[in-house]
């Protein structure tokens, strides 16, 4: 090997020497670095690791407390359709929410519930649960209930010692027939009550057992067995359903104060046109709906609340609108007639109604549209009648052969009647704003 060879080979060695020291000491540095990291977090990992074993998360604590079969989160308890037969034994600390539902309990034992004094909601709708599963202290140091669902139980009497805090009561689908005044005295801060489906009956209700009740604003009793409208109920009640009972008239002395009832439901009864006289909505002044339909009335009852906005008078037998039909009614804004009988309505029936907007007489048997409608009246229903002539001026208010005044309707339906479509544009030209308002499918 020549001299050039043997210098080309001292450089490449050199070269590879030096690579090889730069690695290293790289190498050495990253490893330097690494273990400084570790020595710093290393405490912290030891620390974390120490202060977990003491302090758990909370959900992990409420799943380790919760009852078997049961599901937990966060301060939720749900045992709802667990085929349950007596009441778990523990529950986490702090829970609000308890879901039973749809299990076979039977029993509420004595202060087990009140082990939990957060509880907002209890939820032992759809069990076995009769006024004996009830004992005097179920429900005794639950401050913060607001809430209590007893709905489809095997209760026969309304259940006493119940918690005063509540406010939401559901006890509809029971068997309960009697209501002591005794069972509902400390109930005075309910809003809102279901007894829905249950077998009570106006003898049902002892000693005035419902004026208890001062907070009540919503009230279902209906699908019971009542004949008459329930007496001496709390003034401070605004919606009442009693519809699907077997009433058959609306005695005096509902209220004993003033009320503030404005929504009534009694459809589905056996009230007549003579089921009402002038007493019978003594105290109701501020009634702004009324519902009456699938009733047994062959008129329009003449005795109404004058502060009804809403009237419904469906599915009844009525045959005809007499002249002075609406005239207790000064401020009705909507009328339903659909599904009578309804043959004849006089001219002057609506006329004086200026607060009518909506009037529905679909399904009836009218041979021709009514006339001389109120001017404020927005839009009519008389779909399936026997319609077939439309005067000229049947659009027209009432009133406004006088002074020309064109109607405010926007919506007629028409929909099967077998009335001529030529008349009915030439009508529409007269008074309607356009014939689009005419609607005949």
Not at 21 to 30: N, T
Not at 104 to 126: A, E, H, Q, V
Not at 200 to 218: D, E, M, P
Request: glycine share 2%.
């Amino acid at each position: 090997m020549d001299s050039t060879g043997r210098s080309k080979l001292k450089l490449s060695v050199v070269a590879c020497l030096y690579v090889i020291i730069v690695l290293y000491s790289s190498v050495e540095q990253v490893s330097c670095g690494a273990e400084r990291i570790l020595t710093q977090v290393r405490p912290r990992i030891v620390e974390n690791h120490s202060r977990s074993k003491h302090d758990e998360n909370p959900v992990q604590k409420s799943v380790q407390r919760c009852p078997r079969r049961c599901l937990c989160y966060f301060n939720v308890a749900y045992c709802a359709s667990k085929q349950l037969t007596i009441l778990p034994a523990k529950f986490p600390p702090g829970i609000k929410y308890l879901h039973l539902s749809k299990n076979k309990l039977k029993i509420i034992p004595r202060d087990k519930l009140g082990m939990y004094p957060s509880l907002n909601t209890i939820d032992l709708s759809d069990n076995f649960i009769s006024q004996d599963g009830v004992k005097r202290r179920s429900f005794a140091n639950l401050a913060l209930l607001k809430r209590l669902h007893l709905n489809g139980n095997k209760f026969t009497h309304f259940p006493s010692s119940l918690p005063p805090s509540v406010v939401e009561l559901k006890l509809d689908n029971n068997s309960i027939s009697v209501i002591q005044s005794e069972s509902t005295q400390p109930l005075g801060n309910v809003t809102s009550m279901d007894l829905s489906r249950n077998k009570l009956t106006n003898a049902g209700i002892r000693n005035s057992a419902f004026l208890a009740f001062r907070s009540l604003v919503n009230l279902d009793l209906s699908f019971n067995k009542f004949e008459s409208f329930p007496k001496d109920l709390s003034s401070s009640i605004e919606d009442i359903r009693l519809n699907n009972n077997r009433i058959k008239y609306v005695t005096t002395g509902v209220f004993r104060f003033p009320a503030k009832i404005h929504h009534l439901n009694m459809r589905g009864n056996k009230l007549k046109e003579t089921s009402f006289s002038y007493q019978s909505w003594a105290n109701m002044d501020k009634l702004i709906f009324l519902d009456l339909s699938e009733n047994n009335l062959l008129f329009v009852p003449g005795v109404l609340p004058r502060s009804l906005s809403i009237l419904l008078l469906e599915s009844n037998n009525i045959e005809n609108i007499l002249e002075w039909s609406f005239s207790s009614v000064p401020k009705i804004t909507q009328i339903r007639l659909s599904f009578n009988n309804i043959r004849h309505i006089d001219p002057a029936a609506f006329a004086s109604l200026q607060n009518l907007q909506y009037l529905d007489l679909a399904h009836n048997q009218l041979l021709h549209y009514p006339s001389n409608m109120p001017i404020n009246l927005q839009a009519v229903f008389v779909e399936f009648n026997a319609i077939s002539n439309v005067h000229g001026d049947a659009f027209c208010p009432a009133y406004a052969q006088t002074t020309f005044q064109r109607s405010k309707l926007n919506m007629i339906v028409l929909i099967g009647n077998p009335v001529n479509r030529r008349s009915l544009f030439s009508a529409a030209s007269y008074c309607l704003s356009s014939a689009e308002v005419l609607v005949f499918d």
